[in-house]
């Protein structure tokens, strides 16, 4: 079974950029699709981005199209979530999720996902 580690959260100004990392270890990458989710104080967790297995597919949710970019690295078993142009409303513990699949399927749908970090703190403000 595979962990995912997040990290890479912090507080950062408006404006500016910030790379979360998703590590994996027990087992290798390169069979998961990668979700990265965000959850807001008494909101429900959404979908930002995410990447299939092999062939590269992502999404993007329209609040971050544009600002976010997802990529996955197979040989450090990471994906990462580079983030640009942060507004406060980013705010949120970011998670990543985990989930065995065919080469060009992700989801951002949360329930698709059965394996999950223990999230990020990214907090954007002046």
């Known amino acids: 079974q595979v962990q995912l580690v997040e990290s890479g959260g912090g507080l950062v100004q408006p404006g500016r950029s910030l790379r979360l990392s998703c590590a994996a270890s027990?087992?290798?990458?390169?069979?998961?699709?990668i979700g990265w989710f965000r959850q807001a104080p008494g909101k429900e967790r959404e979908g930002v981005s995410c990447?299939?297995?092999?062939?590269?597919?992502?999404k993007y949710a329209d609040s971050v199209k544009g600002r976010f970019t997802i990529s996955r690295d197979n040989a450090k078993n990471t994906v990462y979530l580079q983030m640009s142009s942060l507004k406060p409303e980013d705010t949120a513990v970011y998670y990543c999720?985990?989930?065995?699949?065919?080469?060009?399927?992700?989801?951002?749908?949360?329930?698709?996902?059965?394996?999950w970090g223990q999230g990020t703190q990214v907090t954007v403000s002046s």
């Open positions: 990447v299939s297995s092999s062939d590269g597919s992502t």
């Open positions: 999720a985990g989930e065995v699949a065919g080469t060009n399927w992700c989801s951002l749908d949360k329930y698709e996902y059965d394996y």
């Open positions: 027990g087992y290798t990458l390169d069979y998961y699709a």
